[in-house]
């Protein structure tokens, strides 16, 4: 039997080597069961295991753990599916061009990355003069905001690149309406009327994709830019989107020119270098090469090679991991100063804080 695995380890290893499986032992498939739950890979381990024909020689146990996994995925994808389609009967009528983004495009577009993958909620584009259109539609139709207080719908109308969730009171399925993929408050200024240019029909449905080296560069933007809940089934989605599209030897070169026109070289740097670490992704060596010039110099460099490794380190449950915790609240400081110039993101934390201490004085008042 393989010696045991460390916890830490084992997810990278069985999503990298996936026939080592075979001869490991109780305790590490069980560790791998664990940290794959806890790290939101466990269907998408699943759906690998299965690919690769090395399901079925695991032991009972770990095979109806995995299946149970899957029929959760299955359904909420079947939600999304259904979810999209009463949006377009409400919106068709407007002639709007609606663009799919993230795990709704995945699975839609039938894409390989879309396999074992989970979402909570399903996120569109539509052009920012029509955003009000679409949201009076449905909000006509039924689906539902919360109320929110003055600063939260400036934050969302004026700062951010959505406005406040909605979803229908039926089924629950959170629907994010974008009108570009960063905020305008930003330093990076993504072309939205390039990504509206290039975007593609998806045959007869109604509903558009991002072009390929596109729907990339906006997972990298989300990971690496904005948001570290789930960074590593995030970052597999990177791999997936790259081991589906790089099989077109055009892919490459339109990811690096679409890169540069977005503003997005650096980003990309970090989500191909991460990426191939975590997941042996191929990439070209001409394309790592060109990409490599928009990577950090000096301490920087130093710094954000630790940041980023450290925040891919795979959760470990019942595990204190410092050095994650860390690297977690660094990139939330650095997704806040890419959002907001300075003196806008003190006035916002500046609110979020106060906010944060008035039920504290709430109680002391009422004690």
């Not at 994709?209 to 789930?230: G, K, W, Y």
């Not at 042996?280 to 990577?295: D, K, L, W, Y």
Request: hydrophobic fraction near 45%.
């Amino acid at each position: 039997m393989r010696p045991h695995v460390e916890p830490t380890e084992t997810l990278r290893t069985a999503l990298r080597d996936p026939a080592s499986l075979a001869a490991w032992d109780v305790e590490s498939l069980r560790s791998l069961i664990d940290v794959a739950r806890v790290n939101a890979m466990l269907p998408i381990l699943a759906t690998g295991l299965a690919r690769e024909g090395i399901f079925s020689k695991l032991p009972w146990r770990a095979q109806l753990v995995l299946q149970e996994s899957l029929s959760p995925v299955h359904h909420r994808q079947k939600l999304v599916g259904y979810e999209i389609d009463r949006i377009l009967r409400v919106v068709k009528r407007l002639k709007i061009r609606v663009i799919l983004l993230k795990g709704a495009a995945f699975v839609v577009g039938g894409l390989p990355a879309a396999s074992g993958r989970s979402m909570s909620d399903l996120d569109i584009l539509v052009p920012r003069e029509d955003i009000d259109r679409v949201e009076s539609a449905l909000l006509d139709a039924g689906w539902k905001q919360s109320e929110l207080s003055d600063h939260d719908e400036v934050y969302y109308r004026q700062w951010m690149h959505e406005i406040p969730p909605m979803w229908h009171p039926d089924r629950g399925m959170v629907v994010d309406i974008h009108h570009t993929i960063f905020p305008p408050t930003g330093c990076i200024r993504p072309d939205t009327e390039a990504l509206f240019e290039a975007a593609v029909p998806l045959g007869g449905s109604g509903v558009w994709l991002l072009r390929p080296a596109d729907m990339v560069l906006h997972s990298a933007c989300h990971l690496i830019n904005e948001e570290f809940t789930q960074p590593l089934r995030d970052l597999h989605d990177i791999h997936a989107l790259l081991q589906d599209f790089g099989k077109d030897p055009d892919f490459w070169q339109d990811l690096l020119e679409r890169a540069c026109l977005h503003g997005l070289g650096r980003t990309l740097y970090y989500a191909l270098g991460h990426a191939r670490a975590q997941f042996g992704t191929f990439v070209p060596p001409e394309t790592s090469s060109v990409i490599t010039r928009h990577a950090p110099v000096g301490p920087l460099a130093i710094l954000m090679d630790w940041v980023f490794r450290s925040a891919f380190v795979p959760l470990v449950p019942g595990q204190l991991q410092i050095e994650r915790q860390v690297s977690f609240w660094l990139l939330l400081l650095r997704s806040h100063w890419l959002k907001m110039p300075p003196k806008l993101l003190i006035y916002h934390l500046s609110i979020k804080a106060w906010r944060g201490l008035r039920p504290n004085r709430e109680k002391e008042s009422h004690a």
